[in-house]
């Protein structure tokens, strides 16, 4: 597969009376755009819609924050920008497809918590703009296109879940057409059709993601991959959007859309493919599978197609905390029983200071070459900020009652879990646990 | 930093045992303290190495047997020493595998940095038994097994013994090479982890060692406990990690990384009503557990086999806790507290149920 991906970069991001990009600034007819998404609410679902912007630097806390967006549109080749959403699950991958590089469009809602499951609703997630805990979150370096929802009361989890996972693709299929005609600033080429040299280390990646239920959900090509196996995907189809997240419960373990199309490991590999390595492509799969069986069953499974690929060596990652490290570490192990040199990243524990117990979750005596993505147990406060975006109020702790309390000011946090990709399991932050 | 500071020597103490300092082996075990000003021994070929940014001023040497037998009395002689030179550093061994040496480099490296806050090196065998010991006191830094490992051992001690003189602390283990104190701050480096692993996969697949971000301290394993004598005089209590706790979480029981458990009546009850009993556990879907609590809290179940006698009863509480994002070092303080609350109450064995 080849894929030719352009870029546009934001230089500023206002509203207008006209969505287009013209001069490096991104206008956007916000009533066209409330409207569109209002329309396609055909249930109800949304109260009311507001659009917000927060820009790189701004003193600013965004709150309620559930998934986040690239823009991007498929201008050659087959199926469209997130296929399976408002369109055929094509398969994509080829072709080319334009790009906004730091434009990141946000779902903000402070959905009900119905009070079923005690896992399956969303948590406060926070980003912050400036200040210490900026760096947990790739989206504060990036403009933000909030659509701050407030919700209808009465529906189910399932129709609150689909109606803001709708409202953030409209606004992504809407904003795409602003760049689908336009000459980009770069491009880059994935070719994965002209056969490299042969003597170059062959390396997969093994991505696995979090789907426990719904608010806690990933799709493939539109549909959740509850019962899925483990599956090989084209970098250049990750790419165009076929992972897309409905994963809000722990915020600090969310791998969000934007990075899902856009994972560091992925576009690492792709750019070295053909120079330094041979990227034989993507292993998809989920973990937190259920008893030991079944872990051992999907590792096993997802071991063998990296065998089956060839590879010489393979990176594994995953996202969400808990149980989802043992399955990543039998996968692991089994590529290592077979001769595949595996290295995986993750976040530690270790307590305040790093001292306490062991670092991992889990892992496997075969787990010797490990790299950090920081200690999500380090405490962290963050200050009074001037400007709370996507909401006006922080709903923390729901098992102690979650009574609302305010947001814009100075408060401690005993663990990051609050903070959007805090544990950095996409490994596209510079976070790390640094042994002394 | 003035360029004044920049360009001074850094002062350095350092500490040798009797073998290093001339004066004997074994036998010479119980010499007293003894110094000299100037470099001695392995000091004397550390003194070209520093290049002119460092200058042991004074070296200070013990029988192995004598620091460590008699640790008090010949500490606060090595402390005065040492504080009479007012040094930046203070260098200790190598002692490669030596046990007593090791022991003796590490109490002086502690005594240094604790009693003097003046920053201490110790240089020894990765696998000397004082390292364990020491470690998280002083920094240590790693050499070879046996003395004929000094000429690798000086030319990589020397600057970072410079390094730490002057700035009174080192960076990173994986910066300055020294052995990993067990400490680990989170810090944003240059790479991104996602490319940090790729480096290091690239690294071993050409055939390097890469080290580690994150050690691996091992599992411990715990012995299952022995089995009851006589259920039928058993008296059972019910634990669980499941997060179950009566409605409205009366003790504010955390969903994740718990800090302490609780303690619930099961007084006359047959089995918990999903009406006063709810799942707070934030990692699994606790829907159906909701719908019966008895799923993670067999009580109904109990109940019956404490009427056919099975056991002798059934304790009146139950034990709750979130088992989801605990480390280690707090889940050993929790059991260790459970069990001697069960101890004290008389329960005789108990039964865990995990999600």
Known sequence: MKLERGYFTLQNLEFSDKTELTGGTLKVDKKELIELILQGDENDHIASLELEI??????????????????GVK?????????????????????KTHLIKNLAVMECAELPWAGKSALLYPREAIVDMTGPAAGYSPFSETFNLLLRMEMNT?????????????????AVRYLGEAIRNLSPEETEVFDFDTPVDASLPKIAYVTQCQNQGTYANTYLYGWDVHNIVPVHLSPTEVMDGCIVSGNYVWPCFKIPTYIQNNLPVVMELSRMHGKTCNFVGVIFDRGHNNSHFEKQRVANIAA???RMLGADGVIISWEGGGNAATDAMLTLQTCEKWGIKAVPFTFEFGGPDGTEGILLVDDVPEAKYVVSTGSIEKPTTIPRVQRVAGGDRLRLNMEMGGDPEPADIERTFDVITAFYCGANQSGIGRLAGVPY | MTDTDKSREVKIVHYINQFFAGIGGEEAGGVPVGFEDGPKGPGTGLTGLLKGE??????????????????????????????EVKPDVVLAGPAFN??????????????AKEKLGIPSLVAMYPENPAVDIYKQYCYIYPVGEKAAAMRQALPALAPVVVKLGK????????EDGYIQSGYRWNEFVERPAALRAVDMLMKRLSGEDPMTEAPLRGFEQVPPAAPVDDLKQAVIAVITGGGMVPRGNPDKLKQAFADRYGVYSIQGLEELPAAEF????????????????DRVVPLDALRKLEQKGVFAHLHQEYFALCGIGTNVAMSKKLGAELAEELKRKGVSAAIYTST
């Open chain 1, 54 to 71: 927060v820009k790189p630097g701004e003193n600013t806390r965004i709150v309620h924050l559930l998934d986040t967006l690239q823009v």
């Open chain 1, 75 to 95: 201008t050659q080749g087959e199926g469209e920008f997130l296929p399976g959403f408002f369109s055929e699950p094509t398969t994509v991958g080829n072709g």
């Open chain 1, 154 to 170: 009465g529906a189910s989890d399932v129709e609150y879940d689909n109606a803001v996972r709708n409202a953030g693709v409209r």
């Open chain 1, 304 to 306: 063998n197609q990296v």
């Open chain 2, 54 to 83: 460092g200058r042991i001023v004074r070296t200070i040497w013990c029988g192995d047997n004598r620091i460590n037998q008699e640790t008090d009395e010949v500490l606060e002689e090595i402390r005065r020493l040492i504080e």
């Open chain 2, 98 to 111: 030596a046990g007593r040496y090791g022991l003796a480099c590490g109490l002086v490296g502690r005594m």
């Open chain 2, 167 to 174: 700035n009174g602390s080192l960076g990173s283990a994986l």
């Open chain 2, 278 to 293: 709810k799942g707070i556990h934030g990692g699994y879907d606790s829907t159906w557990v909701d719908e019966d609590p």
